[in-house]
C-alpha cells in the first residue's frame, strides 16, 4: 500500500483561523498530525459536557472542513479521518451550530452560487423522484427495523411530555393526525408516501374507512402489503406504487407524512394544486413535514450527498404561496418544535444498542455515516431552527368546527394508545 | 334646486351585459328610472332568500357601478341611489360575492395598476397611521357602544358554538388569548393596539402583571384610563398614547388584537423587528389580525374611502417572510374562520336595534354606510376567503410547552366565564 502524499500545513493554519474566530461557546480542542493541538474556546459553567477533544489525521482534512464544514465534518466522521477523542459526537455537533453565528454574509458571487445551488437541488421529475427514494428507503428493513419503532414510523412523533416511549409518542402522532382528520366511517382516505404502512393501518382502524396508500419504493410496498395482511385489514387498506402526480380520483381525507421534504420547490405548486384536485368538496387534509424557521435554506452539502438526494426543508414562507394559489383554505397551522430532537434521540439509542446487528450487514463507515446523519438532524432541530409543521387543508370554509377542541377530543386518551400498543 | 342631468342610457345596457353574464347562483331583478327592469339569474332551491329586488333611482348610478362596482355599490347605498325593494342586504351581499367568480382576470394593464395601488394604500407613516386611526376610532362611543358587547371590544370574537351570546364570545376571545400568552404574576405585558382598554384589563386581572396598553386614539385612551380607575387596576395597568415604532423597553409578552390591519406591508418588517426587540429571551407574543385565504389582494375602494383609510387585510404568505427574517419562531398558527361573521353579525343585529339613537347624533346617510360595512364585512367572512390568523411568536425553541395541550387547560370553563361577565 503506497501513501498518499498529505496536503501542505496551510489547511491547519486556515482552519485554526476560523475557528479561533467563531467557536465562543464551549471548548473545542483539535489534535492534528504530529504534535499539533489548539484549543478554542472556553468550558461553559452550565454544560461542562460541551468540552470536546477531536483529532484529524491528516492536513488535507483540516482544509477540507476549513473549506466546506458542512459536507467534509461529516464526511472526515464516516472516513474517520476526524475521530472524536474526548466527548461526544452530539456535544461536537452542538458546539458546531451553536457557534455558526446565524446564516454567514455571504458576497455576490456566493448569494448566486447559493441560488442557483437551491434551483439545482429542486429539479425532482417523476423518474429521479423514484431514484431519490430508492436511494434512501429501499435500504433493507435490518437498518430501519433496528432503530425505529415497532410500527416503524420514520417520522416525527408526537411527545405528550419527554418521558412518555418512543412507542407511545408515535402511537400519539397518529391519534393526533387523525384526530386532524376527522374521520367518519365510509370515506375514502388517501395516504401520500405511506411507508411501511402503519399509518394507513391505524387510519383504516380509527376510522373505519377505506384507505389508499402510495409509495415509491418497492421495498416498502412489500411489506406494508404483509402487514395488512396479518392485520385482517386488506379489504379496507390497498398499497400502490405510484406517483401522486399520477393519482385519479377523489378522497374525502388526505394525509402525507414526511413526504412534502422530497416534493422540491418548483412542484409545491403541483402537489397543493394536485391536493386541491384529489380533494372532494367538503375533504380535509393534512400534510406534515420538517420545515425550518427562520426562511428560505440550503439543504446541507452531506445530507443532500449521503442521506436525501433531493431533500428540501421549506421555510412555511415557502409553502404558503402554493397553498393560497391552489385555492386551498388553511384550517390550522401546528408547529411541532422539539418533538423531532426527542424522536432522533430515541432512535440514536437504538441504533447504538443494535449496532452490533447492522454493522454485520453494512460495515463501519456506514454506521458512522447513519450516527452521523441522526445525530446532525437531532442538534439541528435543538439548536439550528428546524421543526415540524402540520398543515391542515380545505376546500370548504366549514370543513372543520370552529375551534379546535374536536383534536383533543377526538384523541384517545394515553391509557387507551397504550393498549393499542400492547395488542398491536 | 336645479336637476342635475343623467348620464346616458348606456350605462344601463352596460350593467346588464355585467350581470347577465355573472349572475348564475341566485335572482337579481334591477328596477331602473322609467319602466326599465331585468332580471337576473334563477332563485336556488335550496335559499329561497338569494331574491333581491333594487331599484337604481339614475342612469349615472347605472354608470358607476358597471364601471367600479367595488366603490360604487356601496356608496349607492349610503346615498340611497341604490334602494332595496325586495329582500335584505345581506342577500344582495352574497349574491354580488358568490357570483364574483373568484378574482377577475385582468389585463397586463390593469394588474400593473392593481400593483401600484397596492404599494401606495400601504404607505403608513406615523403622522399617516395617526390620521388613519383618528379617521376611525374617534368616533364618539354613541356609535360603538351602540354595538359593541359590554367590554367594548372591537375584534373577532370567539365562538366555541355560533349560539352563545356575544358577550361571552368576547370573553371567551380574551380567556383564548391569556391562555396562549401563559402568563405568570409579574410579567411585563404589552398591548399594541389596545382599543378601550378591556383586554388590558383583563390580563392584568387573569396574570397579575404589569400591563401597558398603546393606542394612537385619544378618545379611547381617556375611556381606558377611566375604565382601570374605576375597576382599581390602575396600580398595574397603563396607558399611553403611542406608535408602537417609538416604544423602548423589553416585554415578557406582547399581544396586539385587530392593530396588525394597519400595519402597512411595506412596515411588516419593521413591525416583526420591533416584536424581536421588545420581546425579552424567553417571551412570547400572540398577533391577531385579519387575514385572507387566497394570496395577497387589494382593499375594497369602498372600504378605504369610507372605513378604513390605510388598512389592508394580508394573506399569510406576506407576513411569514418578516416574521422569519425577525428571526422570530413561530410557535403556533390558529385561523379563525366563521367567528368574525358571527361577532358581524351580531353587531349588525346590536346597530339596528339601537339604530334610532345613532341616527340622532350621526344622521341616515352615515347609517346607511355603517350597516354597509357591517354587512358587507360579514359576507366577505361567509363568502369571499377573509379569516383571522392568530399568530403565537417566541424568541426561544421552548418558550412555550411541547403540545398545545395548555391552551384548553389554561382556559376557564364556559361557566367561569359567565360568572367573569356578571361580575364585570
Request: hydrophobic share 40%.
Amino acid at each position: 500500500m503506497t501513501a498518499t502524499p498529505d496536503a501542505p500545513r496551510g489547511g491547519w493554519t486556515w482552519l485554526e483561523r476560523i475557528l479561533s474566530r467563531r467557536i465562543r461557546i464551549g471548548r473545542l480542542t483539535v489534535l492534528g498530525p504530529g504534535p499539533r493541538r489548539s484549543v478554542f474556546g472556553a468550558v461553559p459553567l452550565d454544560a461542562p459536557r460541551l468540552d470536546v477533544v477531536v483529532r484529524l489525521k491528516d492536513y488535507r482534512t483540516a482544509w477540507k472542513i476549513a473549506f466546506r464544514p458542512d459536507l467534509y465534518v461529516g464526511q472526515a466522521y464516516m472516513d474517520a479521518t476526524l475521530t472524536i477523542e474526548q466527548g461526544r459526537l452530539e456535544d461536537l455537533l452542538e458546539i458546531g451550530l451553536r457557534n455558526s453565528g446565524g446564516p454567514p454574509r455571504w458576497n455576490l458571487l456566493a448569494r448566486g452560487l447559493r441560488a442557483l445551488q437551491h434551483r439545482l437541488q429542486q429539479a425532482n421529475s417523476g423518474e429521479r423522484a423514484r431514484r431519490n427514494v430508492v436511494a434512501h428507503y429501499d435500504l433493507s428493513d435490518v437498518l430501519y427495523f433496528n432503530f425505529l419503532d415497532s410500527d416503524k414510523q420514520y417520522s416525527c412523533a408526537y411527545f405528550e411530555t419527554p418521558e412518555i416511549s418512543l412507542e407511545e409518542a408515535q402511537e400519539a402522532k397518529k391519534a393526533h393526525i387523525a384526530a386532524k382528520l376527522l374521520l367518519r366511517p365510509g370515506q375514502r382516505v388517501l395516504d401520500i408516501g405511506c411507508g411501511w404502512g402503519g399509518l394507513a393501518l391505524t387510519l383504516a382502524r380509527v376510522g373505519q374507512g377505506q384507505v389508499t396508500g402510495i409509495t415509491l419504493s418497492a421495498e416498502q410496498l412489500a411489506v406494508a402489503r404483509r402487514r395488512a395482511e396479518i392485520a385482517e385489514l386488506d379489504h379496507r387498506v390497498g398499497f400502490a406504487l405510484e406517483d401522486y402526480r399520477a393519482l385519479r380520483g377523489q378522497f374525502d381525507r388526505i394525509v402525507s407524512v414526511g413526504m412534502f421534504e422530497h416534493v422540491g420547490t418548483p412542484y409545491y405548486q403541483a402537489f397543493f394544486d394536485k391536493i386541491a384536485r384529489l380533494l372532494t368538496e367538503d375533504g380535509v387534509a393534512v400534510i406534515h413535514s420538517i420545515g425550518r424557521m427562520d426562511g428560505p435554506g440550503v439543504t446541507s452539502a452531506w445530507i443532500r450527498k449521503y442521506i436525501f438526494p433531493g431533500g428540501y426543508v421549506p421555510a412555511l414562507s415557502e409553502v404558503l404561496p402554493a397553498v393560497e394559489r391552489a385555492g386551498l383554505w388553511v384550517t390550522d397551522i401546528e408547529i411541532l418544535r422539539l418533538h423531532y430532537a426527542e424522536t432522533l434521540r430515541h432512535w440514536r439509542e437504538r441504533f447504538t444498542a443494535n449496532l452490533d446487528v447492522i454493522r454485520t450487514k453494512y460495515g463501519d463507515r456506514f454506521c458512522r455515516m447513519w450516527l452521523f446523519y441522526l445525530t446532525a438532524s437531532e442538534m439541528s432541530f435543538r439548536h439550528d431552527g428546524l421543526m415540524v409543521f402540520q398543515l391542515q387543508l380545505a376546500r370548504s370554509v366549514d370543513a372543520v368546527p370552529l375551534t379546535r377542541d374536536y383534536i383533543t377530543a377526538r384523541e384517545p386518551a394515553p391509557e387507551a394508545r397504550l393498549a393499542a400498543i400492547a395488542s398491536a
